[in-house]
Structure formats: structure tokens, C-alpha cells
């Protein structure tokens, strides 16, 4: 049910990473903004679309921005705040899964809009009212807000609302089984969505379509919806979507096999093949719930199959996903304390290393007394300088074990220090302004700053989980798969992602790579690479820059060149480019942040397959990177 509000939010707010980077953007712009207002009208659409920006960021932060803002209009009387804030309050609940509250705030919004007579914001709201109807299952309220929806929507020509309003009452009818109905207004919303051109919209409703179809057992005709389906989630990258759509092919052709015996093989094969897909999509996107359905689907698939061992084998599989997950939490938890023990705990193995020494040397001690006596004393000093000596050696040993665990340390601190001190900054701002100003603040800035606080807060979380996964690659615990790829297919999907940032410089990313090319490399962790790398060529070229990417082949390595004319660097950055402890912090020609991690990231990604990274730079010239990939595997 949740998909019909998910299209009407989907253009609004979208849950890729490169999206929320923008919305952390935004939210910090409007901050700034909140500062500097002075008229309250602002100050309230400053607050209500901090909110809009934190609907899947943080809803519960969201919802602290709304409030002030409700309070705020309720208290000058202006409508059009309340209604806006009472309606983002009602998706931060929704999302949160408050439905009675989120109810309750749609009903406040559309009464507010109804006395502003906003037409487009009244039927919205019928749209995300029917959608919460939908998910506490009072199906009979939903089918009335949607057509309520869609009967304004009609008289005021809105065609992707109108698509939304179909689109949700075609799950309505799914829901309560009139699979007939359910279709008829599928179709009716694909209709809309391409008058529109909306891939997003197109896409999930063909999928939708296909599981009407499978439900009803007609999987042919659900294949063929699923099949175009995920030709749409690959076109907009829409990774969760494209896995889902695997999954749901694999079962497909999987129930296929079971009503066609003469094609059973090549049915369960293709069924094995996508649900694999999916398989992989999921595991390295952490989506447990989603990996564990897969597994079981899996193991039915290879038993239909005759292939007892691997059915035997996903079953294990999906038993034990649930410990996967608590194993994974748990090594996440133990990372966090791993550096501050550390230490002490080698401390501690020295002292007792040292009493064992102490111990040994008594024992050797009374032993000879008693044995030998007096006339073997010299031999006694020999042995004892004899062991001194040995222990002195020992304890250098150590002295150098533990004189390069500080120096990783220090590495390791160095990048915490930098990283945290600017969300620590903004927190001690607030404290400040908390323990400066506090008599003049009302309770509505009060609560604001403290909402503030909390987000600097999360933000100080995120910075620590992004060192986190920096120690998982440094413990080797990030999955490792090289294949072939076509190389310019792997560098466009690099480049689609970052599109977006080099528009707003005005950035022209020219790609000469030959069609024919090929690179062996792991696919995830290759794309990582050159997306930061072309991230940091973005980040340091001034507006109307050109960067260029080209490769070539010798013998035994694939070589790709990514060039900028950016503001370059010079002999002493370019040498220190690579190392952890000699870090180059400088911002991009926006001020953009850079924390140098990044290209030492690279610098290790490469090398895990066998290649290498050079940088070749000029002040006021640019920058050219230079990475090689073997083409074969690494013995």
C-alpha cells in the first residue's frame, strides 16, 4: 500500500544516496537562512522545509521543525503555515508509522487548505490520507479519499496526481482481491504516468501489474510485466527496485517450471540465475529480510531442480540470517570500543609478560641454589646475563611493536579529530548560544536549538559509522568479486551519479573510453574508485572546467586517465597524496568538505587487484590520475 504515497513522494524526495547528499545540503543552507530571518512568515517556511527535506532523513527531526512552525502560525493565526506543517507532521508520522497521528494531521491540513480553497493541496492530501487508510487496512475509507483525489485532480488537469490517484486505488482493489479492477486501473495509471515521460511511475506500475498476475497464477503475463519493469529501475538506478525485480522474475520462472514439464530445466535455470541476482544486489546493500527471501526462494529452486546440495546449502543460509544480522550489529559495536582498548591491552600483556619473566628467573634462581650451589654461581651469572640480554632484546622488539601501533593510532585519531571538528563546532555554537542567550529566548527557540543539537548529534553518529567502514576495509571484511566488465558501461553508471554536481559547476565530463574495452575488477568496488575520483576532480575544478577520461591497453594492464583543469597540486601534496598521516586537507573551489580519505581508500581498492595509482599535477594546471587494472587474475 505504501508504494501509492511512494510515487506521489518520489519526485519530491528520493532515497538514493546522491539525493540525501543534497538534502544535508539543502538543510544546512536553510539553517544559515533560519539565522539571518527576521519576519516570522519566513522563520515558518524556513522550518517547514527543513522538515520536508528530513521526511526519510530523520522524520523525528523533521518533525521538531514542524511543530515549532505550527506553533509559530498558530500563534499569528497564518493559515497557510499550519496547513503546510500540519501536513508534513503527518508524513514524518506516517513514516515513522503513527498512522493515528499522521491521520489526524492530514484531516487538520486539508481543513486549512479548504479554507485557503488550494484545490491541488486539498487533493494531495485526500492522496496521502487514503494511502495511511490503505496501510491500517480501512480499505473502504481509502477507496473514498483516492476518488475524492482524483475527482480534483481530474478538474484541475494535475496528470501525475491523477496517475498517483489510479495508481492507488488499483492497490486498494488488489488488496480486498478484485484483481480485475486492480488491473483495469493499472493500466489507466501507466496511461497517465507515460503521457508524463515518468520512468518511476511507469516502472512500478508494470511491477505491481506482474504480481496481480502472479497472484492469479498467470506467470507468463507477470513475466512480462516484471521484464519491463526492471528495464525502467535499470534506466533510473534504482538498485532496491532492480533486486526486487530479480526476485520476483526468479519465482516467476520458477512456478513456471512446475506447470511445464518439457521446458522445466530451462525454466529453473533462468529462475536460478535472477534470484541469484538478487541474491547479490541485496547482500551488498545489507537487506537482510530481503536476502533471507531470496535464500529460501533459492533453496526450493535448486531441490525442483535435483541440486539437493545447494538447496541444502541456501536453507543454512536462510536459518542462519538472523544471526548474520546480530553478528554483523555486534562487530559493529565492538569496532566502536576496539581503538580505545586497544592500547591498554597491550599495555597489559607487557606487565604480564614481564611478571612471567620474573617468575621464570626465581624459578631458574632457587633451582640452581639448590642443585648446583655456590661453585656454579659464575655459570649462574652467565645464564642470568644470558637471559637479560634476551629479555632486553625482547622487550626492544616490543618497544618497536608498540611504537608502531602508535603510530597507527595517532593516524587513526588524526582523521577522528579532523573529521568530528566541525559537527563539534556547531554543537558548541549551540551550547554557547544556549548558555549566553538564554534569557532572551522564547520556548520555541529554545526547543528549536535543542532540536539543533540533536541533529548535530546524528550528524557526529554518521562520521563515526563512515571511520567504521573505513576499519572493515582495513580488516579485509569487504566482499572481494573481479569479473569482466565493459569499461565504458561501468564509468557511465559513475557518471550519471555525479551529473548532478558537475551541472551545477557547469562541468563538462567528456568520456573518449572505446566501447570495445574491458576492464577485470570487482564492479562495486572499481565504480567506488572512479567515483571518487571524479568526485574529487568535480570538487577542485572552478565553474566551466573539463575533465576527461580516457583509457587504453598494454600487454597486461588496463590503464584509465582521469583529467581536470582544475586548481592542481604541487610537488608536495602529489607525494603525499596516498599517505594516512601526512593527510592533504584543503576544500573544493566551493568549499566544498574534504576529508583525503578517499583517494587512500582508492589507493588500496586498486591494489587489491593488483594495480597501481599515480597522480600527475600542476599548480593552476590541473590534475591528471592515472590507475591500472591487470587484465587477468592475480596469482
Known amino acids: 500500500m505504501k508504494k501509492a504515497a511512494i510515487l506521489v513522494i518520489f519526485l519530491m524526495i528520493t532515497g538514493t544516496n546522491l539525493a540525501q547528499n543534497s538534502d544535508l545540503l539543502k538543510i544546512d543552507s536553510l539553517k544559515t537562512e533560519l539565522k539571518k530571518a527576521k519576519n516570522d512568515t519566513i522563520k515558518i517556511n524556513i522550518l517547514n522545509e527543513i522538515c520536508f527535506h528530513n521526511f526519510y532523513l530523520d522524520p523525528m527531526i523533521g518533525m521538531g521543525y514542524s511543530e515549532i512552525a505550527l506553533n509559530m502560525s498558530t500563534r499569528i493565526n497564518w493559515k497557510k503555515g499550519m496547513a503546510v506543517a500540519n501536513n508534513h507532521l503527518g508524513m514524518c508520522n506516517w513514516v515513522t508509522k503513527n498512522y493515528a497521528k499522521s491521520i489526524r494531521s492530514f484531516q487538520k491540513a486539508i481543513n486549512y487548505y479548504k479554507e485557503l480553497k488550494d484545490q491541488a493541496n486539498i487533493a494531495d492530501n485526500y492522496n496521502r490520507l487514503a494511502t495511511v487508510y490503505g496501510d491500517v487496512e480501512k480499505y473502504k475509507e481509502a477507496l473514498y479519499y483516492f476518488n475524492s483525489a482524483y475527482q480534483i485532480d481530474i478538474k484541475i488537469n494535475h496528470i501525475f496526481q491523477i496517475a498517483s490517484d489510479l495508481f492507488g486505488i488499483a ?6 482481491g478484485n484483481y480485475k479492477l486492480a488491473l483495469d486501473y493499472y493500466a489507466k495509471a501507466y496511461q497517465k504516468y507515460s503521457e508524463i515521460k515518468n520512468t518511476y511511475g ?3 506500475t508494470n511491477f505491481n501489474t506482474g504480481k496481480t498476475y502472479s497472484v492469479q497464477k498467470k506467470h507468463s503475463t ?8 526492471l528495464t525502467g529501475f535499470i534506466e533510473i538506478k534504482s538498485r532496491y527496485h532492480i533486486a526486487n525485480a530479480y526476485l520476483e522474475i526468479g519465482k516467476a520462472y520458477y512456478n513456471l517450471s512446475l506447470e511445464n514439464k518439457t521446458e522445466k530445466n530451462k525454466y529453473l535455470k533462468l529462475a536460478i540465475k535472477n534470484l541469484n541476482e538478487a541474491t547479490g544486489i541485496f547482500t551488498y546493500d545489507e537487506k537482510f529480510d530481503k536476502v533471507n527471501e531470496c535464500y529460501i526462494e533459492l533453496s526450493k529452486t535448486y531441490e525442483e531442480n535435483g541440486d539437493f546440495k545447494m538447496a541444502l546449502k541456501c536453507y543454512k543460509k536462510y536459518v542462519n540470517i538472523d544471526q548474520t544480522v546480530l553478528t554483523y ?4 559495536r ?35 641454589i639448590i642443585t648446583i650451589g655456590t661453585v656454579i654461581l659464575l655459570s649462574l651469572l652467565l645464564l642470568l646475563y644470558t637471559f637479560k640480554r634476551k629479555s632486553n632484546k625482547m622487550l626492544l622488539e616490543k618497544n618497536k611493536e608498540i611504537s608502531n601501533v602508535n603510530k597507527q593510532k595517532d593516524k587513526f585519531f588524526s582523521i577522528i579529530a579532523h573529521d568530528l571538528r566541525g559537527p563539534f563546532g556547531g554543537f558548541l555554537g549551540l551550547t554557547e548560544l544556549l548558555a549566553e542567550d538564554i534569557d532572551m529566548m522564547d520556548k520555541e527557540e529554545i526547543q528549536f536549538t535543542a532540536v539543533n543539537m540533536r541533529s548535530s548529534a546524528h550528524n557526529l ?8 567502514e573505513w576499519s572493515r576495509m582495513e580488516q579485509g571484511l569487504i566482499s ?23 551541472n551545477k559547476k557547469d562541468i563538462v565530463i567528456e568520456n573518449s573510453i572505446d566501447d570495445t574495452l574491458e576492464i577485470y575488477a570487482d564492479r562495486n568496488i572499481s565504480q567506488s574508485v572512479f567515483r571518487n575520483i571524479l568526485s574529487n576532480a568535480i570538487k577542485f575544478t572552478p565553474k566551466g572546467g573539463a575533465i576527461k577520461i580516457n583509457a587504453k591497453e598494454d600487454a597486461n594492464d588496463t590503464i584509465i586517465s582521469i583529467s581536470d583543469t582544475g586548481i592542481g597540486m604541487n610537488a608536495k601534496m602529489v607525494k603525499n597524496a596516498f599517505q594516512l598521516d601526512a593527510k592533504i586537507n584543503r576544500k573544493g573551489t566551493e568549499d566544498e568538505p574534504s576529508t583525503g580519505l578517499g583517494l587512500i581508500l582508492c589507493k588500496e581498492f586498486i591494489e587489491k587487484h593488483g594495480g597501481k595509482i599515480w597522480i600527475e599535477s600542476e599548480e593552476h594546471k590541473g590534475t591528471t590520475f592515472h590507475f591500472s587494472f591487470p587484465k587477468q587474475p592475480q596469482v
Not at 222 to 229: C, G, T
Not at 463 to 468: E, G, K, V, Y
Not at 480 to 502: G, W, Y
Open 171 to 176: 492497490e486498494i482493489h488488489n488488496k480486498i
Open 202 to 204: 511507469m516502472s512500478i
Open 222 to 229: 507477470a513475466l512480462q510485466f516484471y521484464n519491463k519493469a
Open 329 to 332: 550489529e555486534k562487530e559493529n
Open 334 to 368: 565492538l569496532t566502536q570500543i576496539k581503538t580505545e582498548r586497544e592500547f591498554d591491552l597491550k599495555d597489559k600483556k607487557i606487565e604480564i609478560q614481564k611478571l612471567h619473566i620474573k617468575r621464570d628467573t626465581r624459578k631458574v634462581y632457587t633451582l640452581v
Open 461 to 468: 553518529s554518521s562520521l563515526l559509522d563512515n571511520l567504521l
Open 480 to 502: 572481494f568479486q573481479p569479473k569482466h566488465h565493459n569499461l565504458l558501461q561501468v564509468i557511465k553508471e559513475c557518471v550519471a551519479t555525479l551529473q548532478d554536481a558537475s
